[in-house]
């Protein structure tokens, strides 16, 4: 009939509509706990390693920390009340999970660190139970809402991860590659990526050089990275002609309608991200053309959707009657 779509001219989903942030956030911690049994199994007795956790204003909040004082004998300690600032004192409840999951009191009369921190011993080699212990902990009882949001100064050997399949490089597409972040100046110079895997292999270049962010790649490729108080994911659709940036920005929304109503007045006001309801969420996303690669525009959508996202969220939640991806308190 006149003036009807048929199905093979309405166009397809969107990659971005089948990105799920539980899925991604249980990958990402699995990822994590395995690799930190991996640094685990390997660490000397040189020097401590020390997970921190920070509030909004990097304030500490709690950390983890890891001793090896030989091979067969490996410690992990989390602070005490006695070390800890009053707004993030560990709660009764709290302390009661910790010691119900097996970690050991604090002894006032010991003569290390057990005076004044948590405990629990284990070993190089089953370095796995420590590391999933430790995962629980961040998680559970500092509420660290997914690994990128601890400190980055110790996470690049945790966290970094293997390149996709197949993103190996010849030679001259390596130099390409190699784009150097300092000077923005010459940031601006586009490339032609050979297929997705090379554009991936570009977009984690361009992430892992970015001052004060520490970017962890899911099981499902996409990229997610902290700016500010806001978690950031950056996807590479399977035919690698975009980049899509998007962030999760209201969870639990109260009626669809409504909510759909108001995302269509903010993006007939909106000059370049997008605000879509996906179930019950509310996510901010941007797509950037991908052929040619530029990686100053990766950049600054990558700005402009942690601004937005960070800059609405509180007051975008109270009129859909949901909540913030974090607490504002």
């Known amino acids: 009939m006149p003036g009807r779509l048929s199905r093979a001219s309405v166009a397809p989903m969107s990659p971005y509509r089948d990105f799920d942030l539980d899925r991604s956030t249980e990958q990402s911690w699995g990822g994590f706990s395995a690799r930190l049994a991996e640094v685990l199994s390997m660490m000397d007795a040189t020097e401590p390693l020390t997970l921190s956790t920070h509030d909004g ?74 590391a999933d212990q430790a995962t629980e902990a961040l998680r559970d009882i500092f509420g660290v809402h997914h690994p990128v949001f601890l400190a980055t100064d110790v996470l690049a050997e945790i966290l970094q991860t293997d390149g996709p399949p197949g993103d190996s490089l010849n030679p001259v597409l390596e130099s390409i590659a190699d784009v150097r972040l300092a000077d923005l100046l010459a940031d601006i110079h586009a490339i032609m990526p050979s297929n997705a895997s090379h554009l991936r292999h570009l977009v984690e ?79 901010v996303m941007m797509s950037i053309l991908a052929r040619p690669f530029v990686s100053a525009h990766l950049r600054q959508a990558i700005a402009e959707v942690g601004k937005v996202a960070d800059g609405v969220d509180d007051l975008l939640a109270q009129s859909l009657h949901g909540r913030t991806t974090f607490s504002s308190e």
């Open 57 to 130: 204003d990097q304030d500490l909040a709690g950390y983890v920390k890891f001793i090896a004082s030989d091979r067969e004998h490996l410690m992990a300690l989390i602070p005490g009340n006695t070390l800890l600032p009053d707004d993030h004192q560990l709660a009764p409840s709290q302390v009661e999970a910790l010691l119900a999951a097996g970690w050991q009191q604090p002894n006032p009369t010991a003569s290390d660190e057990t005076a004044d921190h948590l405990w629990r011993c284990g070993s190089q080699a089953q370095s796995s139970a420590l």
């Open 205 to 283: 270049r361009v992430l892992t050089q970015m001052p004060e962010i520490t970017p962890m790649q899911d099981a499902d490729g996409d990229f997610a990275i902290r700016v500010g108080s806001a978690m950031i994911f950056v996807r590479v659709p399977a035919d690698g002609l975009e980049i899509l940036v998007f962030a999760p920005v209201v969870h639990d929304v109260d009626g669809r309608s409504r909510a759909t109503e108001i995302l269509n007045d903010i993006n007939s006001h909106s000059r370049w991200v997008r605000f879509a309801l996906l179930r019950d969420r509310v996510f």
